[in-house]
């Protein structure tokens, strides 16, 4: 990939190889907003020029006015897991300024100019290796993730209570948004499993966009952890050395804030209001939990053994990877018997490093009963994973030696009503390792 400076930002000694963007870190959420703004900016420009070239027997006002409160849209792929219909339609017709007009719809897919030695000629989403889109193979895709994420989206919200937890796949607890939103890229496939390509797909920034509002309303519920508390040693990025330290104020490159002086850093994109750009929840500070528990909280999700006083188990099962041993993209599917309870979906940067998410059972204790010694049985016994690739053929995984699997559970306390959330208890109770290699690597 021929990386490139930006800005005016370039390589640093000790960077690598790869992008700017940093994946598995907890810079993650704070440095797609600036680049979802930025993208939000020029788009949002664009549109009030071609706005300008309607005339006034055009309705040209509305379009005008149009233009004025342009802001990029969302793909809540949490609530709604399908495609958006708008990026499935090859051809479009619109109303122009010269009249209607016909085009290639540059929602469905961007075709590359020129030609460049190992690039696709055009984006796909899944891919057949013939180079074109499928969405129906994606919304398939989508559908047996659906509920996947709906919970896992929730429990962000409910679980997580540091910065770290929330954004990335680099914190233990691993209920970060980062998981939920690796899924969607391998979902869609394609170039959109690469990071490489998939921005030069304009269903990139639907998806970023939902990934930055759903970090804002965590924000808003947790004003006390606005930005990244931990600090770790970079991996090493395309302007960022490897080992130098990662705080909040370190800069989010090649990011500019308006003084086009200093970059963006944690502690400067962790709020919406110098962006200029709101969410419709965060209009009603409130109404966020209600809302939440509306569009993620379905009442089933926390399914399991009902104790006394209506306690209940959340089961899921935990997952720790050294990238670096497995072909990436890839899926690390966890399955019961011969049903699929859910993924761990590693996209192909970074190369190297941990990454941890959990993978909810809810489905398949759904299917147990209600005895918890049964369960507990049951899923000690049945739960495996499967490594696949992107397109679905499975991966020997006999020669990885890190690839730590537990079966977890925790006791959690329904939410009374809809203006709160389930209160999560003890955790690990029922830790128990389903595969566990690489111990003598560790120490
Ligand atoms: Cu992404």
Redesign the pocket.
Known sequence: MPYAPYNGVGPVPGGSGAGF?P?GESQFVAW?RPYVALYEQILGAQVQRIAASYNSSQNSSAYREAGEIFRLPYWDWAANPQLPPSCTQENITINGPRGPLTLRSPLYNYRFSGSRKGWPTETTRASDGKSNSNPDVVNANLAAVADQLKYQVYRTFTYAETYDQMSSTANLAGVSLEAS??I??NAVGGTFAS?DL??FDAL?ML??AN?DRLAALWAALHPGAACQSEWYASPGLYSTARGENITASSPTKPFYQADKRSFHTGITAASLKPFGYTYPELNDIGRIIPRINELYGDTGLLSGCGKGGGEKRDWFVQITVNRSDLDLPCNIDVVSGDMFAGRMAL?NMPKEGLAHATIPLQKVVATLGSNTTGIEATLREWIRVEVREVNGSTIDISNITNLNVYLVAIDVTPRRNESEFPKYRSRSMYTKTVLDRGRSDNG
């Open positions: 963007c994946h797609h939103h690796n969607v890229h990071l998939t921005a990139f998806h970023h990934l996209l």
